[in-house]
T-cell receptor, first 115, second 114 residues
């Protein structure tokens, strides 16, 4: 149980375009989802926390207008990178939990490359 | 603020030897500590956690970790390393005062050679 999927696993987009990444909890209802960004061989940096039906809480330094997060249902959260630039290229990982202080289950990650 | 530190960027071990990946923590209140493993281009896989109870925690794939309150450490161990254990390991602490977010250490790359 407790499976989280991400789609797509890899995406290449052109500079200036937007790209959407989906995070789904397949066998449980995820009240809370977290979005992380990871640079090569580096630690995970929390970008934002989203609770179903409410606005996401962004970490300091993360542009909310650039990284749009929607958590419209208990099984789906989306991260949209708007007007992507090469510096947005990274590995994006989501996690899901049944509540903010409950165990997080991680998705397999999405590799974004902006050309 | 809660934090964890992994003092070693890389650990090299010969197959069959015991391995230790170090983690120290700094928390206010009770520590909720986790170890995760990450293989290349993959998400994080949960290994084990300490919430309360026995100081020696047993986890997946033969890994275990010892919670040491006096030394504020939570080192990951395995008695006999496998080549397939080679991966990136992360220690994390959960901050329940900040919405349950996980704060990760810098990561330690474990290399197990035959």
């Amino acid at each position: 149980g407790a499976v989280v999927s991400q789609h797509p696993s890899r995406v290449i987009c052109k500079s200036g375009t937007s790209v959407k990444i989906e995070c789904r909890s397949l066998d449980f209802q995820a009240t809370t989802m977290f979005w992380y960004r990871q640079f090569p061989k580096k630690s995970l940096m929390l970008m934002a926390t989203s609770n179903e039906g409410s606005k996401a809480t962004y970490e300091q330094g993360v542009e909310k207008d650039k990284f749009l997060i929607n958590h419209a249902s208990l099984t789906l959260s989306t991260l949209t990178v708007t007007s992507a630039h090469p510096e947005d290229s990274s590995f994006y990982i989501c996690s899901a939990s049944t509540g903010p202080t409950y165990e997080q289950y991680f998705g397999p990650g999405t590799r974004l490359t902006v050309t | 603020a809660q934090s964890v530190a992994q003092p070693e960027d890389q650990v090299n071990v010969a197959e069959g030897n015991p391995l230790t990946v170090k983690c120290t923590y700094s928390v206010s209140g009770n520590p909720y500590l986790f170890w995760y493993v990450q293989y290349p281009n993959r998400g994080l896989q949960f290994l084990l956690k300490y919430i309360t109870g026995d100081n020696l925690v047993k986890g997946s794939y033969g890994f275990e970790a010892e919670f040491n309150k006096s030394q504020t450490s939570f080192h990951l161990k395995k008695p006999s390393a496998l080549v397939s254990d080679s991966a990136l390991y992360f220690c994390a602490v959960r901050d329940d005062n900040q919405g349950g977010k996980l704060i990760f250490g810098q990561g330690t790359e474990l290399s197990v050679k035959p």
